[in-house]
Structure formats: C-alpha cells, structure tokens
C-alpha cells in the first residue's frame, strides 16, 4: 500500500462496503446468534466509517499542513476553532456537518460515540400499586428486535463519505 493519505481512506470506505456485505448476510441469516451478528456487523461498519471520516480529515489537514494532520480523532479536526487561523473550504463543509445533528455525518459521528457508552436498561414508569406484583408471562413470545441503524442507512453514508472525498480530492488537485 502506498504511503498517501488517500489510501487510508479507501481503504476503509473498501473496508465499510465488505463489512456491509457481511451485514447483509447475516440479515438474511436464520442462524441461532443472527442477532448478534446484526449487531456486530452494525458496529463493524461505524468502525469504518468513522476511520473514513478521519481519513478525510487527514487528507484535508495533510494538504493544508494543519499543526492537527496527526489527530487521532475525528472530532479535533471538526472543531470550529480550527478554522479560526486559516479559512479551509473543505474543512469547513464537513464542520458544518458534524455540527447539526440532523445530517447523515451528525448522526454517524452520535452513532460511533454510542458505541463506547456503557449499555443501560430501559427506563420504564412506575406501574400502578393496585396491580398484581406477580405478573403472568408468556415464554413463546418473541422479543422486540433492537432497532438499530439499517443497513440503507449506512450504505447511504459510505456513499456520502465517498463522494465527498472524490469532490474534495478533485477541488484540492495543484494544476
């Protein structure tokens, strides 16, 4: 593998399409663990993702020759105080959206930090105190799949990623 930056990037949003892939199957899949293959997949492709992400942003901060080009995370290269010294165009598209959390990198950024967060039950209200404390349950019912993020979902950001590394390596070419 060559030694650019760009190389890193592809090789994860490669890396994010296989997992999707893998995904995919296990979706399909009637095997006993199906459930804990979804969500490995799942995690598997936000790995990829979010190391796309800082991908990009070493490209962008590499050909710029930002002090941050060695950042370990994403997020110190999408703070807005970056921008304060020199304006970067490409830098700036993807601060603005990692900042509102209603874009496809807003909510992929939420999503990968999600999966550092410890696990928690689900809150439930206080039942009525005139009810029965011993409560009749059915084995044979199935639980409610977790709903997570759909595999469209992160196909459409792999997508995103990528072309916006397209566009942006076509806009930082020297001529």
Same mark, same amino acid.
């Given at each position: 593998?060559?030694?650019?930056?760009?190389?890193?990037?592809?090789?994860?949003?490669?890396?994010? !399409? /296989?997992?999707? %892939?893998?995904? &995919?199957?296990?979706?399909?899949? @009637? =095997?006993?663990?199906?459930? $804990?293959?979804?969500?490995?997949?799942?995690?598997?492709?936000?790995?990829?993702?979010?190391?796309?992400?800082? !991908? /990009?942003?070493? %490209?962008?901060? &590499?050909?710029?020759?930002?002090? @941050? =080009?060695?950042?370990?995370? $994403?997020?110190?290269?999408?703070?807005?105080?970056?921008?304060?010294?020199?304006?970067?165009?490409?830098?700036?598209? /993807?601060?603005?959206?990692?900042?509102?959390?209603?874009?496809?990198?807003?909510?992929?950024?939420?999503?990968?930090?999600?999966?550092?967060?410890?696990?928690?039950?689900?809150?439930?209200?206080?039942?009525?105190?005139?009810?029965?404390?011993?409560?009749?349950?059915?084995?044979?019912?199935?639980?409610?799949?977790?709903?997570?993020?759909?595999?469209?979902?992160?196909?459409?950001?792999?997508?995103?990623?990528?072309?916006?590394?397209?566009?942006?390596?076509?806009?930082?070419?020297?001529?």
């Amino acid at each position: 593998m060559a030694q650019e930056l760009y190389t890193r990037t592809n090789q994860k949003i490669f890396f994010a !399409g /296989l997992a999707l %892939e893998t995904l &995919g199957k296990a979706e399909q899949g @009637q =095997a006993m663990n199906a459930q $804990a293959q979804i969500q490995a997949g799942r995690e598997t492709v936000l790995f990829h993702l979010y190391g796309a992400l800082l !991908g /990009l942003c070493h %490209e962008i901060a &590499g050909y710029y020759r930002l002090p @941050q =080009a060695g950042a370990p995370r $994403a997020e110190l290269l999408l703070a807005p105080e970056v921008l304060e010294s020199v304006a970067i165009p490409e830098l700036g598209e /993807l601060i603005e959206l990692a900042q509102n959390r209603h874009t496809w990198l807003g909510q992929l950024l939420v999503a990968y930090a999600a999966l550092f967060e410890p696990p928690r039950a689900p809150v439930k209200p206080k039942g009525d105190v005139t009810q029965p404390i011993i409560q009749a349950v059915n084995l044979d019912d199935e639980p409610e799949p977790e709903q997570g993020l759909t595999r469209d979902e992160l196909e459409s950001w792999r997508q995103s990623i990528k072309s916006l590394a397209v566009r942006f390596r076509q806009g930082m070419n020297e001529f």
